[in-house]
T-cell receptor, first 111, second 113 residues
Framework: GQQVMQIPQYQHVQEGEDFTTYCNSS?????IQWYKQRPGGHPVFLIQ?????EVKKQKRLTFQFGEAKKNSSLHITATQTTDVGTYFC???????????FGRGTQLTVWP | ETGVTQTPRHLVMGMTNKKSLKCEQH?????MYWYKQSAKKPLELMFV???????ENNSVPSRFSPECPNSSHLFLHLHTLQPEDSALYLC????????????FGPGTRLLVL
């Protein structure tokens, strides 16, 4: 099936620095979802993007869906220690019920 | 969040034991899922249930046996597991099985000795 490549796999930043994770696909995606998993926790839905070129913001988080609907990014402005965790992108595939997850980007924030 | 609950939260079992993981969702959803999450591996979808009917089984070994008695409950019966089965087992639910937003439970961390 389709696969999304999520980069980077790990990112270490100093508190206050910005952070971006990218999700890239070789084929057009119908939508993209982003999830966050805190250390020791479970994935929690953040947002879904559906439209070409869509941009959504949640406080310091900015989510983008590429014009060609083949890539997406999550950008965090001025990271805080509460942003620590693994960020996953996921997309709905053609198989009923199948949500394909990227490998995730593990973010560490140094105080 | 208490929409999706899982018990037990931690489980240690020997390779000859039989145990069951339980998941319950209080969201009125019609689809439920089992995922396996191992260290440094992506989330692996194991089973999908829609309206209590299994709609997907991703080549999971028969030592894992799911059961969905109703749309609110999902079980994963375990028997003769291997040490490599040690992982976090996550249950999720969604309104339908059409790839909508999934709500995850806290998971059961399983250690097979």
């Amino acid at each position: 099936g389709q696969q999304v490549m999520q980069i980077p796999q790990y990112q270490h930043v100093q508190e206050g620095e910005d952070f971006t994770t990218y999700c890239n696909s070789s084929t057009t995606l119908s939508n993209i979802q982003w999830y966050k998993q805190r250390p020791g926790g479970h994935p929690v839905f953040l947002i879904q993007l559906v439209k070409s070129g869509e941009v959504k913001k949640q406080k310091r988080l900015t989510f983008q869906f590429g014009e060609a609907k083949k890539n997406s990014s999550l950008h965090i402005t001025a990271t805080q220690t509460t942003d620590v965790g693994t960020y996953f992108c996921a997309y709905r595939g053609s198989t009923l019920g199948r949500l394909y997850f990227g490998r995730g980007t593990q973010l560490t924030v140094w105080p | 969040e208490t929409g999706v609950t899982q018990t037990p939260r931690h489980l240690v079992m020997g390779m000859t034991n039989k145990k069951s993981l339980k998941c319950e969702q209080h969201l009125g959803h019609n689809a439920m899922y089992w995922y396996k999450q191992s260290a440094k591996k992506p989330l692996e979808l194991m089973f999908v249930y829609s309206l209590e009917e299994r709609v997907e089984n991703n080549s999971v070994p028969s030592r894992f046996s799911p059961e969905c008695p109703n749309s609110s409950h999902l079980f994963l019966h375990l028997h003769t597991l291997q040490p490599e089965d040690s992982a976090l087992y996550l249950c999720a639910s969604s309104h339908t099985s059409s790839g909508e937003t999934q709500y995850f439970g806290p998971g059961t961390r399983l250690l097979v000795l």
